[in-house]
């Protein structure tokens, strides 16, 4: 199947690229760290929750382990074929509307950050619209020197190397981040928009949704809880 780029967007790499750049197989190998914890320690237990961009699986597997129901939510059939033992839903997310509320919605991968603000506010909008009375939002920032800090490597335990390589400006406050991850069998790059925000201009975003933060649950500030705006 064809998919349409994101403009702005690349991927390169063996296997499909989604419209945002990222590469299935790529995605398929990534290790998930510990957002499942922070996750269950900050939703109730047994919770539904709605995972918006969940790609493969990689935090929904580990979240239905932990005993949550998970509706998983992406643009792309192909990430969605990799994810087992929940309720899988292609669809943009900036368009979604189900009709029900979740106990708590998941954006996460920086989709906040998107480039395009009219995205950006359609993504927080279909988080408020699907959240029952009384939930939450866990959404990941971007850390403080994310498009700063350039370039640097981390090199993973479980063997390969995640390089990101530079962050441009493109206009209108919009950077174009390029990273690439070596395997010995393989290597893939991304190329994707982000606009970077402050502390203010994050906490103003949400508001515009009817959303406000509840907590901040990691020191970095990357991790947020957000409530509907009382």
Not at 158 to 173: A, H, K
Not at 181 to 195: G, I, L, S
Request: some cysteine; aromatic content about 6%; charged content about 25%.
């Amino acid at each position: 199947m064809t998919v349409e780029m994101r403009e702005g967007y690349e991927g390169t790499g063996p296997g499909a690229i989604t419209p945002d750049g990222c590469a299935v197989e790529l995605y398929s190998r990534l290790p998930v760290r510990d957002e499942p914890d922070i996750i269950a320690a900050a939703v109730p237990p047994g919770a539904r929750i709605l995972e918006l961009g969940s790609g493969v699986g990689r935090m929904t597997h580990p979240l239905l382990e932990r005993g949550f129901t998970v509706t998983a939510v992406d643009e792309s059939a192909e990430m969605l074929e990799r994810v087992h033992g929940a309720r899988t839903i292609c669809s943009p997310i900036e368009n979604l509307d189900l009709g029900e509320t979740f106990d708590a919605v998941m954006l996460a991968s920086f989709l906040v950050h998107a480039g395009d603000v009219e995205v950006r506010q359609g993504m927080l909008r279909t988080c408020a619209r699907h959240l029952a009375e009384g939930g939450c939002v866990l959404i990941q920032r971007e850390g403080e020197d994310y498009h700063t800090d350039l370039p640097r490597e981390r090199v993973d335990p479980s063997g390969f190397t995640v390089r990101m390589l530079s962050s441009e400006p493109v206009g209108d406050g919009v950077n174009s981040v390029r990273a690439e991850y070596v395997f010995p069998d393989a290597v893939w790059t991304q190329t994707f928009r982000a606009r970077p925000l402050t502390k203010e201009e994050f906490e103003d975003a949400l508001a515009e949704a009817g959303l406000e933060v509840d907590e901040y649950l990691t020191p970095d500030g990357v991790w947020v809880r957000a409530v509907r705006t009382a």
